[in-house]
Each structure stands twice: as structure tokens, then as C-alpha cells.
């Protein structure tokens, strides 16, 4: 479990703050995603959970443990894997992940096997240089898992994949969750945010503008209407019902030769628009 | 052990892919034919010519001339030295930038034509062969300065990779990642050293002693080079920093060629005691004299600064970074 409480941050220590009054928790063995547009503060709240930006006001707690008093052995039960895929160019993909193995002193994963399930086998002895962006992506998501770390940060880790290597991803995502990791999942992308994440929180300027379950955001923000295409003169039409007056949606459906019924729930993209005001994909 | 023995792979690895490491192994070739085939063993290193006008007092051991004019003509086309005497028996010397000392001597040793004067060298050794004179100069500062170069190259490319961000998020410690980068350039920058003299004087030195200086040369180098990169973030300004450094740390080089001008600041310079150890285990007693305090000092200092600086900028953890 992470716990984030009160957290702000100022990058020009005049006051201007990137973010302020971030608290959550992550459950183990949960996923968290963090969504919000570019600049909203994503990468800086995940840079103070691992220590790679200073923790200026706030607390943050690995279960029991401050951030502030980690030491570097700590680092064998956490994973990262950054939004800007960063491997060493000149090592081929085994070997990047051979290296970093050699780093932990707790047990790794074979990085073939690993490369495989990342759909890298066959290129895991060209030199990453030759790696174009999704499969460096796919490489520092490798990199992140190599350790089986008890918390994983995830920025983006299906941003520049195709449908087909994004879906491997995401069932790898969802096992690290079974076997218990506690997973922070940054990033602008809701439908991915929809399908894997048990908790979203909505970042947008800095501050958590709504945080819940994205089914309990979507009871709580979004609306129950239903849309019912008929045939009339030949053609289809369109209606709309509000499901908390079923009454006319009934009637309607006696008195017409209904064709489709839609759900109309919102997605988070549209929750979000409506709860901060700003596009997701800004 | 794994981890260090990891990184020294990697580091080697990445090394062996760096068109730098290259350029420098080809200059090492450059070096051992140059000195080997092109530098002569031996110059002829004539007596000056010494000329004189009005100076009945040297005019027995000097070339006599008829005019002042005449006098200078010679001084200036012959590089010759020049005594140039006037009516009330004072006497000027004309040359070319000579020192005092050089003067004084040549001098004497005219005063002393007729009982010469004796001399004796405090510490006898076999004259240097004049191609193998400047190899200490050439090891110290190509061998033992490739810590200093490539391992400033390995960490910039770690830096603009992006790679530093993911190590500081693994349990690498800097001292682990300081202790590999001194171990990968400690065995280049011996191998390096011990090629260069292996190929040019031959293997009848006191290696002992050799692999000892070049190993604790390199790794000083090594640690200075790592410090020193710390606040850069691209080779630009980097390359013109460390090239000034450099430069300051060549200055030692003209200590070695003129004994004379060695002021205690030259003597402090962290290339000082390696070209001298070299001097004294290629050429003189074959155990380097005097340099230990200078090298312990310089090991004392360039140690915490290394790994404060590694830690401030590479490996902070817990929000404490610089």
C-alpha cells in the first residue's frame, strides 16, 4: 500500500505550486490510475512517490515506511517504468535487462522470458538503436517488471503500441495486480484507465478534482439516459429517455417499432470534461 | 560483487561501441611506432659558437671578429653567443633568450679554460635515449587520462539517455557505480600504460611498481573525471571544461622537460607525481621517489568529492537529492 498525504510541490520555491493537497491511497495488490492532460501534474506527483523529486511539504508512505527515509535497498521492491522509454541504446535488449537484473539482490525474472512476454523475443539481441518507439516503451516495461517489485509505476506504458501488443500489456498489468503489487498508473488515456484500474483519481492544475472507482464516478457523474432508434416512414429516428422517469420510456417502446437501445453511461473522458472543465488529451 | 561486475561489463560493453575509445586505441598504435620508428634515439647537440669583438680576454677561446656590426650579424644568422667588449673594458653578452644560469655557466667555464673544471653527477644513470624522453609525458597523458575522458563520455551518455533516471530508481548505490567505472579504466588505463612501455622500452622495467602507479593513476583520474562531469548535461560544454583542465594539468610537462622550473603549484597538479614515478621507474632507480604523499593526498581528496558529487546528482534517494 502507498499512502500520499498532503503533498505539494514548488518547482521555483515562489509560491507557484505544481501541485498541491495530494493525498490517496493505493491499495496492494490494486490498480491507481492517475489521470489527467499533459502538464497537469502527473509525472511530478509520481517523481516525489520514487524520490526522484525532493518532498518538499506532505508525507508519502511505502505501507509504514516514509519516502523520506528510504534507503537504497528499498529500490529492490520498486519498479518504474517512464513515459520517455530511456535503455541504453548501445546494449541489445537482453542485455539491457541482463544489467539491471544484476542490479537487485532479490530474485529477477529470466529477461527472456520477460522480452517474450512483451512480444520482444525475436529482437532481443538487436541493440535497442534499432528498437523503434513502442518496442523501447515495451523494453522499460520489461525493465519495471524484471524485479517483481511490491509497487510498480507505470507513465504511460501503453502510449505508442498497436491494439494487438497493447492488449499483452495490459493482462501483463493485470497480473502484477494479482500477485499482489500495488500499481500507480499514470496516464491521459481513459479507456485504458477504464479497463484496468480499481481507483481513478483526476488531476487537472495541480490538485485531485475527484477521486472513486471509475464505475462510482460514472453513477455519480454520469447520466442515465438511453437513446432508441425507431422506424418512421421509412426511416430511423432517434430519441432519447431519461431512465429515472421511466414512465415515457415505456410508453414509447408500446407505441413504436423500436429498432436498437443504447446505454448512454458516460465515459471517464466525459466525466472528466464535465468535473475539471479540460479535455483529457490537451 | 554481480552488480559491480555487471556494470564493469556494461560500461565495456558501451565502451567498445564509442567511436572515442577507438580514436584513442589508434593513438596508442601512433604513439609506440613514433617513438619506435620516427623519433631518433639520438641528436647531435653541438657546442654553441662563441664569437667576440673587443674582448681580448676571451678572444682565444672565441671567433674573433672586426666589427660590432659584424659581430651581431653572426649572433643573429648562426645562433651563436656573442662578447662584445668596449673601450673601458666592460663586456656584454648577446644571445639569443639564455638564462642567467646558462650564462653564468658558459662564463665559468671560459674562466676556467686553462684549469677545466671538474664535474660530477650526484646520482649517475645512463643518458636517455632522446625518443624514449618524452614517454613518461606520453603515458600520463594518454593512458592515465583516458579514465578522466571516457569515463566523463560514459556518464554524459547515461545522462542524455535518460538511463541515470532509471538507476536511480534501482538499488544501485554510488559507490557501486564509482568502484566499476575505477575498476574498467584502472585495467584500460594500465593495459594502456603497460602496452606503451612493453612496446618501447622493453620489458625489463619494475613492473611492480609500474602497474602500481598506473593503477592508482587511473583510478584518480577516473574518480576526478566522474566528478568533474557531474554538473554537465551535454558534451558541448563539457568537452571545453575538462579541456582547460586538461590543459592545467599538462603544465606538469614542462616541470619534467626544464627541472629548473618546477614551482610548488606545478608539483601540486595530480599528473605531477605519476610523469615523475614514471621518470624514476623507466629510466632512473626503477621505485618512484617522493611522489607518495602527493598521490595519498590527492586519493584522500578526489575520493569523497567523487562520491558526493555521483550521490548529489546521480543517486539521491528519498527526495534528497541536490
Known sequence: MIR????????????????????????????????????????????????????????????????????????????????????????????????????????????????????????????????SKGMKQRLTLARALINQGDYLFLDEPTSGLDPATSVLVRELIREQAKRGATIFLTTHNMELADSLCDTVAFLSEGKIRAMDTPNALKLTYGTSQVRVTVRKDGREEDSFFDLRQPQAFHEFLKENNVLKVHSMEATLEEIFLRVTGKELKS | ???????????????????????????????????????????????????????????????VVDSEAALRKVVAEEQAIGFLG????????????????????????????????????????????????????????????LGFILSGTLMLSEKQEGTVRAMRISPLSEGRYIIAKMILFVFIGSSYAGLMALFTVGPWINWVAFLLVSALGSALFALIGLAVTTPFRDMNSWFFSTALLLSVNMLSALGYSNPSIQPWWMRMLPSYPFLMSYDDILFGSGWPQGVWLTIGLWMLVAIPVALLAVRRVFFAKGGVWA
Open chain 1, 4 to 131: 500520499v498525504q498532503h503533498v505539494y510541490h514548488d518547482y521555483e520555491g515562489k509560491g507557484h505550486y505544481a501541485v498541491a493537497d495530494i493525498s490517496f491511497v493505493a491499495e496492494s495488490g490494486k490498480i491507481f490510475g492517475f489521470l489527467g492532460p499533459s502538464g497537469a501534474g502527473k509525472s511530478t506527483v509520481q517523481n516525489i512517490m520514487t524520490g526522484l523529486l525532493p518532498l518538499q511539504k506532505g508525507e508519502v508512505f511505502y505501507d509504514e515506511l516514509s519516502v523520506r527515509h528510504v534507503k537504497t535497498a528499498f529500490f529492490n521492491r520498486v519498479g518504474v517504468s517512464f513515459e520517455q522509454p530511456n535503455v541504453y541504446t548501445a546494449l541489445t535488449g537482453y542485455e539491457n535487462l541482463a544489467y539491471f537484473a544484476a542490479q537487485f539482490s532479490v530474485p529477477t525474472l529470466d529477461p527472456m522470458k520477460l522480452l517474450d512476454r512483451v512480444g520482444l523475443r525475436d529482437s532481443a539481441h538487436k541493440k535497442a538503436s534499432e528498437y
Open chain 2, 1 to 63: 560483487m554481480k552488480a559491480i561486475g555487471a556494470l564493469v561489463l556494461q560500461d565495456l560493453k558501451r565502451l567498445l561501441k564509442n567511436a572515442l575509445f577507438w580514436v584513442v586505441s589508434v593513438t596508442l598504435v601512433l604513439i609506440v611506432l613514433l617513438v619506435q620508428f620516427v623519433f631518433p634515439k639520438s641528436v647531435s647537440m653541438d657546442a654553441p659558437l662563441l664569437v667576440s669583438f673587443q674582448a681580448p680576454s676571451y678572444s682565444t677561446m672565441t671567433r
Open chain 2, 86 to 145: 668596449d673601450a673601458e673594458g666592460n663586456l656584454a653578452i648577446l644571445h639569443h633568450g639564455l638564462s642567467e644560469k646558462t650564462i653564468a655557466s658558459v662564463l665559468l667555464t671560459l674562466q676556467h679554460q686553462q684549469a677545466p673544471v671538474r664535474s660530477e653527477v650526484l646520482q649517475p644513470q645512463e643518458p636517455i635515449p632522446f625518443n624514449l624522453h618524452w614517454l613518461p609525458v606520453l603515458i600520463s597523458f594518454e593512458a592515465l587520462v
